[in-house]
């Protein structure tokens, strides 16, 4: 019996592969990870409520002395973690509060801000940068956020003019930007990159990048969307990581698998200014606790937890080659070779709509969803696909073994599918 069948899911009458996909992964028993965005609303509402009341429940029980296991420093306190009891936010108070000053804590920054998203608080902050520097150009990669994803935002809301130090697949070295032939007033490095397969330099490569923009006379900021699962890989606290730069942004919905939101830390004069900015972009939002709380819980439970998803990344990612290695699929690509978060890339020369398939006939049939969300990208040659692989808590129970056999049968059902129509790229 297909899973589909197991768990009652009959596909619509014009339901698309990919939203088709989406639902088999809520119920496949055998995952690398389960994304909320995957999930039902009563789903994500469900698991809130009951993470939140675990960790309100050891508050309680520390307060009789009775406490165990990795509960929050605050419920080892006795005290109420989230405050429950409170008053809900208005216009940022309350919860929302709680979470810029748990966010400041944690990356060692004088301050931090509650934006509704990323792409307002990039914005808001370098445009604060560019009236203080008194220049608008903005240093950063290609294949950064800005340049691929916010349709022009940067030039056409907020004024500011980007250039490109490098456009190799990696950030920039410090004699790309001392070779910038115009002067920049801020240097935006994102960490990882993603769309290079979120790649992360050295320790000693990012602070000698850092020096070169302040011998540049700029100032530096991190587009730090997937900086918590950087840590291990520098070796460093986020606090010392966090210390390299003027400003860094951070969100709440990817690593940390909350409902959605992000903040921009750094000086406090800085952030009193980027919350006038933010009144101004509609960011003044009445109550937002329930998007608050669920950041809250992602650094409770998963901020922890990532290490031990990087770990597990590395192991994935090379039983990934050998299971590739096994069935030959003729060209492919696992980049990083060992990857620097808990996400890595996988490049296959299929087309994504036959991925697609592929991903979703192997999860109905049989309860596994190795790959998800094939896709193309403008690098990439007619035919090849990839697709990204990310690490969550489902993903610790598998073994190398296991994912080796589950990539090279992905490998052989996208062969035996191809030759049904449109085989590899050649």
Partial sequence: MEISEQNGLEPGPAESTKARLSRTLRASPRVLSRPGAHNTVRGRLDQLLT???QVSEAAQVSRTGDIGGQDDQNARDGQDPYGLDERV????DGV???LEERVAGLLGTE?????????????VALR???ARTGNPTVALHPLAHPELHERGAF??????????ATRRPRLPDPEEIHALEEPFGTLMLELPLREAGFVLPTWEELTATVEAAREREAVVHFDGARLWESATHFGRPLSEIAALADSVYVSFYKSLEGFGGAALAGPQSLIEEATAWRHRYGGQIFQQFPTALSALVGLDRELPRLPSYVAQARVVAEAVRAGFGRSDPGWWRVHPGVPHTHQFKVWLPWPPELLDEVSLAMAEETGTALFSGWHTTVTDPPGIAATEVTLGAPGLEWTAAQVESAAAEFVTRARERGK????PAR
């Fill in 111 to 123: 301050a931090a801000a509650f934006f509704p998203t990323g792409t307002m608080a990039q914005q």
């Fill in 51 to 53: 993470q939140v009341s």
């Fill in 89 to 92: 936010d208005l216009y940022g």
């Fill in 96 to 98: 929302v509060r709680r």
């Fill in 420 to 423: 049904q129509g449109g085989g």
């Fill in 155 to 164: 030039g056409t809301v907020s004024g500011l003019r980007t250039i490109h």
């Fill in 128 to 130: 604060c940068w560019a």
